[in-house]
């Protein structure tokens, strides 16, 4: 490649000395290889974290299978974090896992992918906790919240005898994000997830700490402390749910930001049954019945009710029946007995009311007035910095508003519920017109083409640096040297005494000139001229 310089820049260049040119090459090369420096760091790809609090030995080996796949990386200062390139940051996560890496994180079933010969049933056994144990810690470590896991199962061998056989138990021990806290009800999730993943665990086996050694989870006689924990989230979701009822309706009546409402809403959690047993001794009815009645009768002996057993009257002597009787005569003998059980109505009930129930309810309601255009009447905004006055609510709305809002809470007089709406005026900041579509706009324009915007920015600035580094050191060299003007040889003066003659000022008045321009410094020097001649008569 053949490049054409100007003659008049190369005769410029060829005129300079050593050192100006090599000053000259040194800021041409440099300025030219900040043009490229430039724009590779406008298109340098965006880095995301694809490992942190990693132990030295992940990260060592991490960033040797980085570098055998040519991946570009940073590491962070505190030699824990691990960044690459956005696009790949997913594909080199799987992988590294297909390796083991990182194995500060747990190793899972994957440690069975490899068989080894020979393997005991102990080594199995361990091998299988050790997997059960971080496939456990990926899963829980999903959580929002939480940043590191740990997992540790207690399995105890199984025994011939239930009643020899021990309970298993586990423990989580979580690093939780800086201002992330976990919820009763995720504590509860993770303790049913350990307990469901491993034969034989109860919940109550299992206990969760954070990494500052506190007990987040509740053992089964905590069960009152659960409670009332439970109890407090129930109560707070049910005073929820009636302030957005009220204030949903009262925005679309008065608007936005035009009230706030506070519901307080006590439940009553007692678990109340009652049995009833009533009798009514007016309502009888007749339970069961019992009646029988005998008649005997005998006339003469010419007729006798046949008595005994058939075939007896031949086996007795004569002149005496099978019952008894001895001779005849007339007898009767009558016998009736009826008895009779009556029950008494009774009424059993039981009741069991329900937990949950509102005691009574406090609702407080501010209420903003309305603002008219214009001063008050002492010419003043009263406070106001848009200038309008305030005008509050009349007697009419305020009741309007407070029907409203017993409507919308069940308001109960009899259970003691009380309702209170007061009108006040609200102080709100003044965005300045215009401000906030401004931020608005600069904020989806960043939003939208804020990738764009870095190589355009780069890009510029190589401009820049072309035009105002490199062009005027181009301009310099190709302007014409001016040419050496010849004097005459007749013309220069031969000696000194010429040169002076050629001066109009004599010396002394040009001392004097100079004196008269600078005077302190004069003074210095006639002051060294004494010191010296004094020093030289001395």
Request: hydrophobic share 40%; charged share 25%; proline share 5%.
């Amino acid at each position: 490649m053949v490049v054409l310089v100007p003659d008049s820049l190369l005769r410029n260049f060829q005129a300079l000395n050593l050192t100006q040119r090599i000053g000259v090459v040194v800021v041409l090369a440099l300025a030219l290889a900040t043009i490229p420096v430039l724009m590779m760091m406008g298109k340098e790809p965006d880095l995301v974290v694809l490992y942190s609090h990693l132990e030295p030995d992940d990260t060592r080996a991490i960033v040797q299978e980085l570098g055998k796949l040519s991946v570009s990386y940073e590491v962070g200062e505190s030699g824990n974090v691990i960044k690459v390139p956005a696009e790949r940051v997913h594909e080199l996560r799987l992988q590294l896992a297909s390796l083991g890496l990182p194995e500060s994180a747990g190793v899972g079933f994957e440690i069975f992918d490899r068989t080894t010969m020979g393997a005991t049933p102990f080594t199995q056994q361990m091998n299988y906790r050790r997997a059960l144990q971080g496939e456990l810690a990926r899963t829980i470590s999903q959580i929002s919240q939480v940043e590191r896991v740990r997992v540790h199962l207690v399995i105890p061998e199984k025994r011939l005898f239930s009643s020899d056989q021990k309970a298993a138990r586990a423990a989580v021990v979580l690093t939780l994000k800086r201002g992330s806290p976990l919820g009763g009800a995720q504590v509860q999730g993770i303790v049913h997830l350990v307990a469901s993943s491993v034969e034989g665990l109860e919940a109550s086996q299992v206990t969760v700490v954070d990494n500052h050694g506190k007990v987040l989870s509740q053992n089964a006689g905590d069960d009152d402390a659960h409670m009332t924990a439970s109890q407090i989230e129930t109560q707070r979701r049910v005073e929820h749910d009636l302030e957005q009822r009220v204030q949903t309706m009262l925005d679309q009546v008065l608007g936005q930001d035009k009230s706030v409402v506070r519901v307080t809403a006590p439940l009553e959690f007692r678990q109340v049954e009652i049995t009833e047993e009533s009798f009514d001794p007016n309502s009888q009815v007749v339970r069961s019945e019992n009646r029988s009645q005998e008649k005997v009768m005998e006339q003469g002996g010419s007729r006798r009710p046949e008595q005994g057993v058939p075939g007896v009257s031949s086996n007795v002597p004569s002149g005496q029946t099978a019952g008894g009787s001895v001779g005849g005569g007339q007898k009767e003998a009558k016998r009736k007995n009826e008895t009779l059980n009556y029950e008494l109505n009774r009424k059993v009930s039981k009741i069991v009311e329900p937990t949950g129930a509102i005691k009574r309810l406090s609702v407080a309601v501010l209420v903003d007035g309305t603002y008219e255009a214009g001063a008050g009447a002492d010419g003043k905004s009263d406070g106001n910095e848009d200038g309008k006055k305030y005008v509050p609510r009349t007697e009419q709305e305020i009741q309007s508003l407070i029907q409203i809002v017993k409507k919308s809470v069940g308001f109960n007089e009899e259970r003691g519920d009380q309702i209170e709406v007061v009108n006040v005026p609200f102080e709100a900041t003044v965005v300045p017109a215009g401000e906030e579509g401004v931020t608005g706009a600069v904020q989806s324009f960043v939003a939208t083409w804020g990738g764009f915007l870095k190589p355009v920015l780069f890009f510029v600035l190589g401009l820049l640096v072309i035009w105002f580094v490199i062009r005027p050191v181009a301009l310099n060299l190709s302007k014409p040297m001016s040419e050496p003007t010849l004097l005459a040889s007749e013309g220069l003066p031969a000696t000194v005494a010429e040169v002076e003659a050629q001066i109009s000022e004599t010396p002394q008045e040009m001392a004097i000139k100079m004196a008269a321009q600078n005077p302190a410094s004069a003074a210095h020097v006639i002051r060294t001229w004494i010191k010296d001649e004094q020093g030289e008569k001395a």
